[in-house]
């Protein structure tokens, strides 16, 4: 009956501590000290100090520990990824594109209607409209696939810093991509003919499911692993904030269609700023250096002669 009580009692304690010793009732003395209770948490409190011819084992609580392991720490702080350049102009392009894909869909019936000639033919964009929305659901896994790709490639470079530095410049292609068919799309709105509305469609199946794919695919890549949540967080909440725009636009757009249209043009043109600047090495080194509080001696390690002499004189 008094095993029985024992081992009854140590089913409900959290955090015993074991010693590994031949007696299964060795452990039993330290219980009291280290019992997890509403004062006193599991994490907070004390465990004895080992001696030479003790060895102690902490069964703690899984939750607790599976929490720390989940915890990342970042190298560098949140300020300093986001008052980046590459912060500013990512936030700039995410934004405008978005923007482009909202104002393209909230002209399009305007759009169809002054280049119809009849209501059967407007009703064949409107369907084709419909469709192409529907056709960006197997689209949307193409921006991170592509990006996969681009990284894998740049597992093959033996330097350690360079590899990192051309993981950051795998996204150049993705976003150059993205941004160019966002373009063509939202530039076939100049234009009053059934083949603009047809070449705009087939843009608009790639860009509108790429921009959030490949966004994020960017964000994971380019700043600390730790201030991923944190950054989609605060450039989605920006995005957001600043979309209200597209309503006084497309007012603006019903009085001087061609002037508002070639505005979002214009800023779309800037937006490539975002993947270009990603191909100068040396600003992506430094990048690199800072996200990863790299010291001198990793960006320009010293090379090891005594080992280049042992393979010339064949030691």
Same mark, same amino acid.
């Given at each position: 009956?008094?095993?029985?009580? =024992? $081992? $009854? ?7 015993? *501590? ?9 452990? =039993? ?32 609580? $899984? ?13 560098? /702080?949140? !300020?300093?990824?986001?008052? /980046? ?29 002054? /280049? ?48 990192? *530095? !051309? ?15 966002? /373009? ?16 705009? &469609? &087939? ?10 794919? *490949?966004?994020?695919?960017? @964000? ?52 490539? @700023? ?8 040396? @600003? ?10 790299? $010291? ?20």
């Amino acid at each position: 009956m008094k095993r029985r009580h =024992i $081992k $009854k009692r140590n089913k409900n304690i959290k955090g015993i *501590v074991v010693r590994r010793d031949s007696s299964p009732y060795n452990g =039993i003395e330290n219980i009291s000290e280290n019992r997890s209770t509403f004062l006193r948490p599991f994490h907070l409190r004390t465990s004895p100090v080992a001696g030479p011819d003790q060895n102690y084992v902490v069964v703690g609580d $899984k939750g607790h520990e599976s929490q720390n392991q989940d915890t990342i720490e970042s190298p560098s /702080s949140l !300020k300093t990824s986001i008052w /980046s350049a590459s912060s500013f102009l990512h936030q700039l392009w995410f934004f405008v594109n978005l923007l482009a894909i909202n104002n393209y869909q909230q002209s399009y019936n305007v759009w169809i209607t002054s /280049s119809s000639c009849s209501v059967t033919e407007a009703g064949l964009y409107s369907m084709l409209f419909s469709y192409s929305n529907l056709l960006t659901v197997f689209f949307g896994p193409v921006g991170g696939v592509f990006t996969d790709y681009m990284i894998r490639k740049a597992y093959r470079t033996p330097n350690e810093l360079d590899r990192r *530095v !051309k993981e950051v410049q795998a996204s150049f292609w993705p976003l150059l991509v993205t941004t160019v068919f966002t /373009s063509i799309m939202y530039a076939c709105l100049l234009f009053f003919h059934p083949a603009a509305i047809y070449v705009s &469609l &087939l843009c608009m199946v790639v860009s509108r499911p790429c921009i959030i794919a *490949v966004s994020t695919a960017y @964000l994971r890549i380019r700043f600390p692993a730790g201030h991923f949540n944190r950054l989609l967080g605060i450039y989605g909440t920006v995005a957001s904030a600043l979309l209200f725009l597209q309503y006084p636009h497309f007012m603006w757009a019903q009085h001087m269609y061609y002037a508002a249209h070639a505005l979002i043009l214009a800023v779309l043109a800037v937006s490539f @700023l975002n993947p270009i600047h990603l191909l100068f090495t040396p @600003l992506m080194r430094h990048a690199v250096a800072t996200r990863d509080n790299l $010291k001198p001696e990793d960006l320009h390690p010293v090379r090891n002669t005594y080992a280049d002499d042992k393979g010339v004189n064949g030691l």
